[in-house]
């Protein structure tokens, strides 16, 4: 199956810093990324959905001036926590899909995901 | 709104029973069902389900979609310790949206 990577896999910071997550589709060009959180015991939230070179369309809840998502070519998308908090503190999963063939079959491949602890 | 509802959220049984974890939906602009399998990182794809009726098999895991009554199900037979994990049931429109999960542990 194609691969998504992210990076960092885990990354600690300060209170009022900014820290930037790369996702990235290693083998496929993904028309659409999306950005996931999680917290513990809990199931995935999506925060939004990306397309290359347009804006991204946040979730409802989701503050698109604290998350800036950033989808410049086909296989890289960044979210950037900006001004991250402790209640930010969380484990970020991006997916990166697209639909191929013929059939226009959805295939959806998720990163191993980020751990962000905001101290 | 749409939704996705997972049951039961939680399950404990004995090695070698065997399971079966429930997806239902309400989704405008259905296009699949997917289920995942979550450990202790990101979520692992276990099957997409587009028509209705038919099963798909991986091993000892199967699944199935009926669209008339807007479900799905997971099978696990025969079921191991390292079946133990978060299983995810996801539905995809122009996003997708997940469902909370089914919490399943496998007691030896």
């Known amino acids: 199956g194609a691969v998504v990577s992210q990076h960092p896999s885990w990354v600690i910071c300060k209170s009022g810093t900014s820290v930037k997550i790369e996702c990235r589709s290693l083998d496929f060009q993904a028309t659409t990324m999306f950005w996931y959180r999680q917290f513990p015991k809990q199931s995935l939230m999506l925060m939004a959905t990306?397309?290359?070179?347009?804006?991204?369309?946040?979730e409802q809840g989701v503050e698109k001036d604290k998350f800036l998502i950033n989808h410049a070519s086909l296989t890289l998308s960044t979210l950037t926590v900006t001004s991250a908090h402790p209640e930010d503190s969380s484990f970020y999963i991006c997916?990166?899909?697209?639909?191929?063939?013929?059939?226009?079959?959805?295939?959806?491949?998720f990163g191993p995901g980020t751990r962000l602890t905001v101290t | 709104e749409d939704k996705v509802v997972q049951s039961p959220l939680s399950l404990v049984v004995h090695e070698g029973d065997t399971v079966t974890l429930n997806c239902s939906y309400e989704?405008?602009?259905?296009?699949?069902l997917l289920w995942y399998k979550q450990e202790k990182k990101a979520p692992t794809f276990l099957f997409m389900l587009?028509?209705?009726?038919i099963e798909k098999k991986s091993g000892r895991l199967s699944s199935i979609l009926d669209k008339k009554e807007l479900s799905s199900i997971l099978n696990i037979t025969a079921t191991q310790t390292g079946d133990s994990a978060i299983y995810l049931c996801a539905v995809v429109r122009d996003k997708i949206i997940f469902g909370k999960g089914t919490r399943l542990h496998i007691l030896p």
């Open positions: 587009t028509s209705s009726g």
């Open positions: 989704v405008t602009n259905f296009r699949s």
């Open positions: 990306s397309n290359e070179g347009s804006k991204a369309t946040y």
């Open positions: 997916s990166a899909s697209s639909f191929v063939g013929t059939n226009r079959h959805y295939e959806q491949y």
